[in-house]
């Protein structure tokens, strides 16, 4: 019973809807949950004993704890480690230095960490509101929310380079127990949205090994900019992300994942840049180029439809070729839903939709696309003479 005090489950009951009903001070307290019908009526009612110094307190207060346990459904450690940190997520970054300073680092290191997790999470926020943003652009006033005040710095360790972020849910255990909601909370989307960008620049990472192989549709470049600047300024043998998801607020296959990124993922965070915007910069191997362009020709397209596509833009670009034969056009890249998937696509547009394509890039306004669908082995293009829906998309820039 030392574990937990009456005072902490009391803060835990308050957080999950129940009512204090009366309260003799020292003694104890009556606690009720309102019934589910409107008007008066409770659907549980508990007594919380606050004498320790009588002699069967102990007694009174195990069945105060057995009893939550049976209403939320939550064997004894889950109940107490619950009470003990109620209704938060909590995210742990490891951070294994190399050299003689591997146990420190710079007030401008530090800051490149805060700044670069800050984005990561930001763009997990994003894309948990909005499953079909690409994860940079404006936030709504529910991220804006979330991230005000329900993201707490718990601090860094002393005795390692090691920081935690805590993630509040703000959702009733007793309604999940009783699948009263269909869906998790708001910020327990955010928190498993940030494990899958990380699991899949991790699984990304691996598959730049030598040639790049498949898509890369499951990871947002914004993320993978926020972790290069996170990590870029640290000489790191190793990265460790450590989540350890709150138990009863539902039915969670695993409440402790970990994603580790070994030196070797970090050096190909470049390659993996570069392969989610192949129209700029330089790759880091010629392998990598020499699959780039075999992948950017779609000579004999296997499957050609008319489609209507929307989605935001990744990115606009002009090939050499384009610039030495001094068209004023160019390609856009958008995320697009094709197969019931979230997919890359490549748009050739005239000049005018050009430049109506970069306004739309940098204010993070969705486009909409008609056209020739083109799709070879790896990847996938529209054509047209005019396949851009300008006039809605120069209302939504004045908007």
Do not use: C
Not at 248 to 267: I, N, P
Not at 276 to 289: D, I
Not at 304 to 330: K, Y
């Amino acid at each position: 019973m030392s574990a937990v005090t009456p005072p902490a489950v009391a803060r835990f009951m308050a957080g999950q809807g129940w009512e204090l009903e009366k309260r003799r001070e020292g003694v104890r307290e009556i606690w009720r949950y309102p019934s589910n019908e409107e008007g008066p009526g409770y659907r549980y009612r508990i007594m919380l004993p606050l004498a320790e110094d009588y002699e069967d307190h102990e007694e009174r207060f195990g069945d105060t704890l057995i009893a939550l346990g049976r209403i939320y459904d939550l064997d004894p450690w889950e109940l107490l480690e619950s009470i003990r940190s109620p209704g938060f997520d909590a995210i742990v970054i490891d951070l294994h230095g190399d050299g003689q300073d591997a146990g420190t680092v710079t007030l401008i290191q530090a800051k490149s960490v805060m700044d670069g997790f800050f984005k990561l999470l930001e763009n997990a926020a994003i894309r948990a509101s909005n499953p079909q943003s690409s994860g940079s652009g404006r936030r709504s006033k529910r991220v804006t929310k979330y991230l005000s005040e329900d993201v707490i710095f718990h601090g860094f360790s002393r005795d390692s380079l090691s920081l935690m972020i805590m993630s509040r849910l703000r959702l009733d255990r007793l309604k999940v127990a009783s699948e009263e909601h269909g869906r998790d909370s708001y910020a327990r989307q955010v928190v498993k949205t940030l494990i899958g960008d990380l699991t899949a620049m991790h699984s990304a990472a691996d598959r730049l090994r030598g040639r790049p192989t498949g898509r890369f549709e499951d990871v947002g470049l914004a993320s993978v900019n926020s972790l290069a600047s996170m990590t870029g300024s640290l000489d790191l043998s190793a990265i460790d992300f450590s989540f350890h998801l709150a138990a009863g607020y539902e039915d969670t296959r695993e409440s402790d994942v970990k994603v580790t990124f070994q030196r070797s993922h970090l050096d190909r965070i470049p390659d993996l840049k570069r392969a989610l915007k192949p129209a700029t910069g330089k790759w880091q191997s010629a392998a990598l180029g020499e699959s780039s362009s075999a992948a950017a020709s779609i000579e004999k397209p296997e499957v050609a439809e008319e489609v209507v596509l929307q989605g935001p833009v990744q990115g606009v670009f002009r090939t050499t070729g384009d610039i030495l034969r001094g068209e004023s056009g160019g390609f856009m890249m958008m995320s697009a839903v094709l197969d019931n998937q979230m997919s890359t696509v490549r748009v050739r547009l005239n000049s005018r939709e050009y430049s109506y394509a970069i306004e739309a890039h940098q204010q993070a306004i969705d486009v909409t696309v008609r056209g020739m669908l083109f799709r070879s082995e790896r990847f996938s293009e529209v054509r047209g003479e005019s396949v851009l829906d300008l006039d809605e998309l120069i209302r939504a820039l004045r908007d």
